[in-house]
Each structure stands twice: as structure tokens, then as C-alpha cells.
């Protein structure tokens, strides 16, 4: 019986295509484009997803401190925030902050971080949101009493007092006064604010405390009577900030020696 040749079978078929140098040309120019064409539809797929980011609803003034209800969300092309390296993208990052001083927010605006400062770095900040009833208190201070610039806005301090015992001439008193006082401001002699850890605005020179009016007067009358009263401000740990309780005046017995020498009218 004759044998019948293998190459004409299926199999012969193909391996003779396969075979051929110029099949192999095309089907490797074939693969070369298809990936060409996946990869640019993916990175075309990628650049133009659409990114969620804040704007502003509406003008927002400078000085302003910025809330969650004066932004909205917009989507926009993925490439432009690749190329607007100081867009800010998460809300979380804006809400809290204050609206530069330099200038206005303007309507629609995305938002940049250069259209942004902390509450610390704002020239003002301190008389910013004081409460009704309360009045802004100035400690002169140095660089010693502030422990070499670790006192800043946002910390809860002690208030001591060091004075004359009225009593015996040889003798101090030195005692708590006011407790849980929330620092708002820690200025240089020119009023600008500085920063824990950062000099470059001067030494510190003042504290800045918003106190009821009964404190404000018992501070103010503790700088004039004749005790040669020191007021001190002491740093706790930072459970005390996160654990603040009311402010408070914590020694009945100072203020009554300064209250002996004021005459109420």
C-alpha cells in the first residue's frame, strides 16, 4: 500500500505557513501594532480618566477660614493634576485652613496650595473666631520663659505666679493661678507669629490667651499692684493639650491678695 505524504494533511498546512519567513514577517508586524495600540489605548484610557477634586462654591474672602460647605467636587482630566503640581486634590487638605491674606478665593476656582495658609501663619489669627464675652490677653515673654520657642497656638498651659509674701518681706509666693489657658498666638517683638521650631521670624516676645472678662481683669490688675507679681507660663505634656479641661483660676488665695489691693469703682 503506497504511504501517503504527511505534508497534506492539516497539520503539513500549517507548519508550511508557519514555516514561511514572510508569514512570520506579518504576524510579527501584526503583534508589534496590536500592542502598540493596546498600550496607546491604555494610556489614553489612563490621561483622561476623570479625577474628583475641590473647588470653591463661591468666592471665598481673604482671611477666610475655609468649611467643608464652601467646597464642592468637580471631575477633571487625570493629566492636568499630573502637570499642576500644587493642585490639591483630597478636600481634607483644605477644609481647616485659611484662605490666604494675599488675595481672594475666586468662584469655581480649583484649589492650589498656594491659595492656602495655616492658622498659625496668619498675621491675624488670633483675634480670628473669639468667642463673645472673652478678651485677647498679651504675656510678655522671652525666649527662656517660652522654653526656647516649645510653647505655640493650640497648646494648653499653666499660668504661675511668683510675688511677694504681703507678710513677710523675706518670703515669695509661688502658685498655680490659672490652669488649662489655651495658647492662641506666639509673637516676636514686630507681631509676627512664630512657628515651634522655627526662628526665623525673631525671638518670642508675647503670649496671647482669650480669657473671660473676670480673668482678663485679675491678670491686669496682677501688673500693677505692689507685689513685683511674676507671671510664668509652664508647658505640659501634650496629654494635657489633647485632654484640656476648662480654663480655671486655681488659687483663692492669690487672687484674693491681688483683689486686697484694687479698689473697685
Known sequence: MAKGNRN?????????????????TILGILACVATL????????KISINPVVVPYA???IPARTLITAQML???????TYTQSATNLILDSKKVVGKYATYKGDIPKKSLIYTDYLVEAEDMPDAAFANIE??????SLDVSEKDTFYNQVRAGDYIDLYIAAKDPDEEDKIIFANM????RVLAVKDNKGNNIIKSRLENGKPSELLFA??????????????VDLDIDIIPVLRNENYTKQAKDVQVTS??????????????
Open 8 to 24: 497534506h494533511g492539516p497539520g503539513g498546512l500549517i507548519k508550511r505557513f508557519v514555516g514561511n519567513k514572510n508569514t512570520v
Open 132 to 137: 463673645d464675652g472673652y478678651t485677647i490677653f
Open 211 to 224: 480669657v473671660e472678662e473676670n480673668m482678663y481683669l485679675l491678670l491686669m490688675k496682677s501688673q500693677f
Open 72 to 78: 464642592g467636587n468637580i471631575k477633571i482630566a487625570k
Open 57 to 59: 462654591k463661591d468666592t
Open 37 to 44: 495600540i493596546i498600550g496607546y489605548n491604555y494610556r489614553v
Open 178 to 181: 490659672i490652669s488649662s489657658i
Open 252 to 265: 483663692d488665695v492669690i487672687v484674693q491678695m491681688i483683689m486686697d489691693r484694687c479698689e473697685e469703682i
